[in-house]
């Protein structure tokens, strides 16, 4: 079981945000993070725990492994206000319940 | 250009059956594990089911197992759901998309398509 948190993040444009997510047990770096839009298909940012997909801006950094994980997106844009999803591969595919970001 | 698309979806019945497909394009499907994610209205994203590149090895969530088969034929750069005995907590867009990894790194579901409805109702 993942479990993301906080469950919704009001931040403003130009601010730091920090999305937690939390496996009950290891799995490894065998995690990813996406960004899901309404009407979109959700897009890869980060895999193996940290490393960025390409063509994904460098403000957003993932770091972590085992248990605890956490997605970073130094200086938020107006086009990052979205839901994020964390996903472990470590068995077949699981993803925690979703961070919604929102502008303050 | 990297091409997922999805298709069979549409209104039924409880108890009836639905054939999901998704044609891939513009990269080595055979390289890919391939599976079927669905987002019901209002909800979060949930893995359905999974085959890997070789359809050796299959895995479906609790709640559809049982019921749904996924299955792929890489002649034909295709995926495939057959959903029997639908529910109305099926009803959600249902989204193909695939990933890589070996033994010892994972390297995400980097192929996505837009997603094909199925609503179950009476």
């Known amino acids: 079981v993942l479990t993301q948190f906080p469950a919704t993040l009001s931040l403003s444009p130009g601010e730091r945000a920090t999305l937690s997510c939390r496996a009950s047990?290891?799995?490894?770096?065998?995690l990813a993070w996406y960004q899901h839009k309404s009407g979109q298909a959700p897009r890869l940012l980060i895999y193996g725990g940290f490393n960025r997909a390409p063509g994904v801006p460098a403000r957003f950094s993932g770091s972590g492994s085992g248990t605890d994980f956490t997605l970073t997106i130094s200086s938020l844009e107006p086009e990052d206000f979205a839901v994020y999803y964390c996903q472990q591969r470590r068995w077949w595919p699981t993803f925690g319940q979703g961070t919604r970001l929102q502008i303050k | 250009d990297v091409k997922l698309v999805e298709s069979g979806g549409g209104v039924v019945q409880p108890g009836r059956s639905l054939r999901l497909s998704c044609a891939a394009s513009g990269f080595t499907f055979d390289d890919y594990a391939m599976h079927w994610v669905r987002q019901a209205p209002g909800k979060g994203l949930e893995w359905v089911a999974g085959?890997?590149?070789?359809?050796?090895?299959?895995g479906y969530a609790d709640s559809v197992k049982g019921r749904f088969t996924i299955s792929r034929d890489n002649a034909k750069n295709s995926l495939y759901l057959q959903m029997n005995s639908l529910r109305a907590e099926d009803s959600a867009l249902y989204l193909c998309?695939?990933?890589?990894?070996?033994?010892?790194?994972?390297?995400?579901?980097?192929?996505w398509g837009q997603g094909t409805t199925v609503s179950v109702s009476s």
């Open positions: 085959i890997t590149w070789n359809g050796g090895n299959l």
């Open positions: 047990q290891s799995v490894n770096n065998f």
């Open positions: 998309t695939g990933d890589t990894y070996s033994s010892s790194s994972y390297y995400g579901m980097d192929v």
